[in-house]
């Protein structure tokens, strides 16, 4: 009886997995076709395959812009772990005073509408001389990033028994040297799902990037909507842009997936 009921489980998962997947082969698939074939409805599944559109994003400078994102993704995100990392150690190691209004604090500016901000955050930018470039972006995706890099590593050192902080100071051991040698090494899955959940927010991000820069640092969303013109939508064009913005997110999380899964169950709901 067991036999049959798994056999059942496994196809029922597999045709879900097909069905959220089901965008994406869309998407990957109007990549390589002409306009026309990328308009016609109903969709046609026979087509003559090119790279027309490949060529042409790529001549036009995609390159770049995805240098951009994985410049700003990357850059922020080990920003936001040598800030966000300590805070949520000490917070969840130490009694401190107010720390649970500290960690609302932290939750609270993620509760801000983004568009609340935009105009104060131009202004500021403008000032400083920053505007369209690409410090700007890691600025403010690095402050972004920060609190839920906070609430998550908190929760992972939180499954750290306190005797383990202990045992390596009567070892003679100083606090930094057990931070970076014992206790780090045993959050490794929650930092690999925290940093890859911080890349991609800010791989994705469109409203910031589009909105504070224009061309010297636009990133990979920005660069597609370029193709949203007076003219119409260049469906097949933006479909190859997608493609490539989708693909590293996942190779990424194809190969930390065990981590990544291990990371978030380890102690993603633990207050």
């Given amino acids: 009886m067991r036999r049959p009921l798994s056999m059942l489980l496994t196809a029922g998962t597999y045709v879900l997995a097909l069905i959220y997947f ?3 082969l869309w998407l990957l698939v109007t990549g390589f076709k002409q306009e026309g074939d990328a308009v016609a409805m109903p969709p046609s599944l026979v087509f003559q395959p090119t790279l027309d559109n490949y060529r ?3 001549d036009s400078g995609a390159g770049s812009f995805m240098g951009h994102s994985a410049a700003v993704s990357i850059v922020s995100t080990i920003f936001a772990l040598a800030f966000g990392v300590p805070a949520a150690y000490a917070l969840a190691m130490f009694k401190i005073k107010k720390a649970d209004d500290i960690l609302f604090w932290f939750i609270s500016t993620k509760m801000l509408p983004a568009v609340g901000v935009i105009i ?9 001389h920053l505007l369209d470039s690409l410090t700007a972006l890691i600025v403010l995706y690095t402050a972004m990033n920060v609190p839920l890099v906070v609430w998550m590593m908190r929760s992972f050192f939180k499954d750290i028994p306190y005797e383990t902080i202990e045992a390596y100071q009567v ?6 040297q057990g ?5 780090l090494p045993l959050v490794r899955p929650g ?3 925290t940093s890859l959940l911080c890349l991609v927010f800010v791989w994705n991000e469109f409203f910031f990037g589009v909105s504070l820069t224009s061309t010297d640092a636009a990133t990979m969303p920005v660069y597609m909507s370029s ?5 119409g939508l260049f469906w097949a064009k933006m479909s190859s842009v997608a493609t490539l913005a989708v693909l590293p997110a996942l190779v990424l ?3 930390t997936q065990r981590q990544l899964v291990r990371g978030l169950t380890m102690g993603a709901v633990k207050g």
């Avoid at 931070?179 to 206790?183: D, E, L, P, Q, S």
């Avoid at 193709?227 to 003219?231: A, H, I, L, P």
């Fill in 22 to 24: 089901s965008p994406v």
């Fill in 56 to 58: 042409l994003i790529w």
């Fill in 120 to 128: 104060p955050l131009y202004l500021v930018f403008k000032q400083l």
């Fill in 171 to 176: 070892d003679g051991a100083t606090g930094l």
């Fill in 179 to 183: 931070f970076f040698k014992i206790t």
């Fill in 191 to 193: 930092i690999v799902s």
């Fill in 227 to 231: 193709f949203m013109t007076q003219e």
């Fill in 253 to 255: 999380g194809w190969f």
